[in-house]
């Protein structure tokens, strides 16, 4: 069986709270506003979402094996390739206008909403604890 380290621990609680902040914000989208706000929430959500756990599937792929450190080069480019390619998807949903611009970014922000609840979290956990 495998146990879970704590930053793999970490990253799971920031999954977990991206979900559960893309259900409040898609569900306020659908109670209060049109088709165009809910899919920009549901399209910048997904968007965010899969370069996020593309990211994070690059890195454990990349560092797996501490023996085997990857190049620097191969590294950073797979890093921008991945980088561009979301950038791709937002520039043309946003260029052709399929989506509220401003729903479709409270999606993209998600995953940066989610990292400082847990990074907050995680900060408040420590000071209760007394450490530093």
């Known amino acids: 069986m495998h146990t879970l380290s704590v930053d793999e621990k970490l990253v799971r609680r920031i999954e977990v709270v991206n979900v559960i902040f893309l259900l409040i914000t898609l569900l306020g989208a659908l109670l209060w506003f049109s088709k165009k706000h809910v899919w920009g929430v549901v399209l910048g959500g997904a968007t965010v979402t899969a370069s996020f756990r593309i990211m994070r599937w690059q890195l454990h792929r990349a560092f797996r094996n501490p023996r085997q450190v990857p190049s620097k080069g191969a590294l950073f480019?797979?890093?921008?390739?991945?980088?561009?390619?979301?950038?791709?998807?937002?520039?043309?949903?946003?260029?052709?206008?399929?989506?509220?611009?401003?729903?479709?970014?409270?999606?993209?922000?998600?995953?940066?909403v989610s990292i400082v609840v847990v990074g907050l979290h995680q900060a408040l956990n420590m000071m209760l604890k007394g450490e530093r």
């Open 77 to 112: 480019v797979k890093y921008y390739l991945r980088f561009l390619g979301t950038l791709f998807v937002v520039f043309t949903i946003i260029y052709y206008g399929w989506v509220d611009s401003v729903a479709f970014l409270v999606g993209l922000s998600s995953v940066v």
